[in-house]
């Protein structure tokens, strides 16, 4: 198509591979704009304990991106937003993007004076919801931008006035509304990750019934120094340290009643999940119950090592129902032994389920119409020309290959408006 060529980027989804290609795209010399749907960066990265390959807490990697991003004039961050609208086509999209109100301006300084004005408590949805946070809150220690936010039930609440009035710096403003953005960009990186897959539709699995149930990302938070109960891992029932944690391997995964495809990261992830037990708890037992042990490449030194732990059981079996023992705090997993037949009864402290990652385009198709896979999924790619997918709304996969995939998704953004 004729007329001019718009040479900036619209990213969306501010995840690992969301930030790589902004990065990638403005350090090139484009003018990027990265609109993320929460107050804050780093997406699903931000909420781990550690992740591959090095076993690392996340904010090392993240601090060095959020710096890149500061730094980088070329970058215009919209946190709170999402793009409700897209028309054109390649070398000239027009994106309607939406912007949630903060109600906190760019004077603020995360002194904390509205948090502590305030006894209005809300879920705290960094963890998942396991325990609470006031309404006025930092959505955690290293959030970019590093902001406060203000919960919309503290803005309607009596608490508002005074709130407002507590902070030193006039950074409050409980009259902001929501805005739109009319953007003007040559191409679109579409990079909006995953979600984990909805326990509670395991109906056989107790999840939302029993306490001691809970799901792999949840454990990702418990296990953290900043989670909800400072990195100790304990049984929410009772707040004490399992003896026996059972993980669920394809907790609604390879199962055409749920996701009928394999996640690719679920069994590192319980492995991994495995040694924070042991480090943290010795003498503690556990159980991973899988179907097949996905453990590609490098990765297989690192299966070898935790299956060579004697207090590290491999029980080849899928899990059919999980329930409360009778007369007894403990769960108890019926599960069938796939090597030998036997139908078995193994108790636990803690369940973690090892639940699937759901492409974000299940919930929050793309505003224009595209081509899916099967599964929902963005097929490649390339979506369309001009429309580029990266990181998990494109494949379920670890957070260095999505880093790769953001860099790809820059690559490609930058010749499709470069060679027009």
Not at 11 to 28: D, L, N, Q
Request: net charge negative.
């Amino acid at each position: 198509m004729g007329g001019p060529v718009n040479q900036s980027i619209l990213v969306v989804g501010g995840g690992m591979s969301g930030m790589t290609a902004a990065i990638e795209a403005a350090e090139a010399g484009y003018e990027v704009y990265l609109v993320e749907k929460n107050p804050y960066l780093g997406g699903r990265v931000a909420q781990l304990n550690q992740y591959f390959p090095k076993l690392c807490p996340p904010y090392c990697g993240l601090e060095i991106n959020f710096r890149r991003i500061k730094q980088n004039p070329r970058i215009h961050v919209l946190t709170l937003a999402e793009v409700e609208g897209i028309t054109g086509h390649e070398g000239n999209f027009s994106a309607t993007v939406v912007v949630k109100p903060r109600y906190v301006n760019e004077k603020c300084t995360c002194c904390g004076k509205c948090a502590e004005a305030t006894t209005l408590e809300i879920d705290n949805p960094f963890n998942f919801g396991m325990d609470k946070i006031k309404a006025a809150y930092l959505p955690h220690d290293l959030a970019y931008p590093m902001r406060y936010v203000i919960d919309p039930v503290l803005v309607q609440s009596p608490e508002a006035k005074k709130v407002k009035e507590a902070c030193p710096y006039d950074a409050i403003d409980l009259d902001m509304q929501p805005q739109k953005v009319e953007l003007n960009v040559g191409a679109i990186i579409w990079a909006t990750g995953w979600n984990p897959y909805d326990a509670k539709k395991l109906d056989t699995y107790g999840f939302g019934t029993y306490k001691d149930v809970i799901t792999n990302v949840m454990m990702e938070r418990m296990a953290s120094w900043n989670g909800p109960t400072q990195g100790k891992i304990l049984r929410p029932s009772n707040g004490q340290p399992p003896e026996t944690v059972a993980f669920v391997q394809c907790a609604g995964s390879r199962d055409e009643n749920h996701l009928p495809f394999c996640s690719s990261i679920c069994c590192l992830a319980s492995m991994k999940q495995a040694t924070y037990v042991r480090e943290q708890i010795p003498d503690a037992k556990v159980y991973i119950f899988y179907i097949d042990i996905r453990a590609k490449d490098r990765y297989e030194d690192f299966y070898n090592r935790v299956k060579n732990d004697e207090k590290v059981t491999f029980f080849k079996g899928k899990v059919a129902k999980i329930e409360q023992a009778e007369g007894s705090d403990q769960l108890v997993l019926h599960v069938e032994n796939t090597m030998t037949g036997a139908l078995e009864q193994i108790s636990a402290d803690l369940v973690v389920l090892a639940t699937g990652m759901e492409p974000s385009t299940v919930s929050q198709p793309l505003p224009i119409p595209v081509a899916y896979d099967d599964y929902q999924f963005l097929p490649g790619l390339v979506v369309q020309p001009g429309i580029y997918a990266a990181g998990c709304v494109r494949t379920p996969t670890n957070v260095a290959e999505v880093v790769q995939d953001g860099t790809a998704a820059a690559i490609k953004a930058i010749q499709s408006i470069s060679r027009r």
